[in-house]
């Protein structure tokens, strides 16, 4: 099955290349002659249940494979749980699944917390955390936690690159930030911070909100005081629609920065009012169902028919839709290129690396061996191999000024990766 590119950025973890399976076969707890047990953990209930619009379209792909043959002849068994954002819980079941269960991998399971609370466990056990859901880049630590991969691009280099965004569009200006007081929120501040550099004393004021909350009404009324004329949101989608909402029930309109996990239309800005979302910028690794630019791109159109016949209570508006459907996407071609050979060894190292990617976007353009976000070779930082991204700023209020910025500029931050930076309008 090939890869069909859903991906706006360098982001492939493997490559559609061939491998003949050995002449015996192997395979570890977890497969059988005809079943593969894939486990994973999601938030379905909880403060961050938004998120397991991921799970359900994972269940659906897998669905999806299993109906058109399986893995060389094997049928995945997709077996996933709530945790309801409780580390404690996400533990207990991750061992559930394992002991009992006997799955082969754990693939996909989302939340920083949660997949730290098993890091050390499913190592010790030498089953493969694979693909994390989480932008840490505690997953990116291959000689300690060898059996650990991400996949998405890291939460500190978005926020370089919000920095950079900030630095090329809107020099000078005041910065406030609103962000989650956890890994995932002090991660993008951190990034937010080193990306400005000797500027980073335009930050006037940043206040920490607990996932738990339900509002964050004060908050935005105590950075509207410090006189912000940017401000920078991270954290979950629920506290990110009222955010907004409550910016324009104060009259207060800044340059609104969205962090990429809050950058859905069903679970943010729909429920923040999109008029109250207009101007909103976000950024993106994902090709993006909603932009007329990729409104002919073959794997976009691929994945609306999955969506319709697979998953017809999705949301196509619901970017994590996408993500879940890449991230499943992955996996499979991982397990394809395995062959016979489904060790959980074999899984890790065909998911750390391939060669020869046929197509990438249209932001870059490298060619040869690809590594999974997360999983780098030689970095132990987000800054590393390569040290561009692309602010495209179409359909934004200041398109002229950024786009009479020169290449020099636009690609200085040194993040690691490419991100698109883009501007909500209504429909």
């Known amino acids: 099955m090939p890869i069909n590119n859903l991906l706006s950025v360098s982001f492939f973890a493997v490559a559609l290349v061939t491998t003949s399976a050995p002449a015996a076969a192997q395979q570890d707890t977890g497969t059988t002659g005809d079943e593969i047990r894939i486990g994973n953990i999601m938030p379905y209930t909880g403060p961050m249940a938004a998120f397991a619009t991921i799970g359900r379209t994972e269940a659906a792909f897998f669905e999806r494979v299993n109906e058109r043959g399986g893995i060389n002849g094997r049928k995945i068994k ?4 709530d945790d309801s954002s409780n580390p404690r819980e996400a533990a207990a079941q991750t061992r559930r699944l ?10 996909g399971s989302f939340g920083t917390p949660g997949n730290l609370a098993v890091r050390q466990y499913l190592n010790e056990k030498k089953v493969p955390q694979l693909f994390v ?7 990116a630590h291959p000689k300690s936690f060898p059996w650990t991969m991400g996949w998405q691009p890291a939460f500190r280099t978005e926020g370089r690159v919000f920095a950079n965004y900030i630095q090329v569009a809107y020099p000078d200006r005041k910065i406030a930030v609103l962000w989650e007081n956890d890994e995932f929120g002090r991660d993008l501040f951190r990034g937010l911070r080193e990306g400005l550099g000797d500027t980073a004393d335009l930050i006037v004021a940043d206040i920490a909100f607990d996932v738990s909350d339900n509002s964050a009404d004060s908050q935005l009324e ?11 949101f991270n954290g979950a989608p629920a506290i990110a629609a009222r955010a907004i909402r409550r910016a324009a029930e104060l009259d207060w309109h800044p340059v609104f920065l969205l962090n990429n996990a809050s950058a859905s239309i069903a679970s943010a800005l729909r429920p923040a009012g999109l008029q109250n979302a207009v101007g909103v910028i976000s950024t993106a690794f994902l090709k993006d169902a909603g932009d007329t630019m990729w409104r002919e791109d073959p794997a976009i159109k691929e994945w609306t028919a999955f969506m319709d016949k697979y998953y017809p209570d999705g949301d196509k508006d619901d970017g994590y839709a996408l993500y879940g459907y890449a991230a499943a996407e992955t996996l499979v071609q991982v397990l394809i290129q395995c062959g016979g050979d489904l060790s959980r060894e074999n ?17 870059a353009r490298h060619r040869g061996r690809y590594r999974p976000f997360g999983f780098p070779s030689d970095r132990a930082d987000a800054a590393g191999a390569v040290r561009r991204q692309c602010v495209a ?13 020169s290449r020099q500029q636009l690609n200085s931050c040194p993040a690691s990766l490419v991100y698109k930076v883009r501007s909500w309008l209504p429909k």
């Open 347 to 363: 899984i890790m190292r065909l998911g750390g690396v391939a060669e020869g990617i046929p197509k990438l976007d249209r932001a």
């Open 78 to 81: 997709f077996i996933s749980v």
């Open 98 to 107: 394992v002991e009992q269960e006997n799955v082969l991998l754990m693939f």
């Open 393 to 405: 700023a179409d359909r934004r209020r200041n398109r002229e000024r950024v786009h009479q910025t």
């Open 133 to 139: 859901a989480s932008g840490d880049e505690e997953w």
């Open 222 to 232: 105590i950075l509207k005081d410090s006189g912000a004329e940017i401000l920078v």
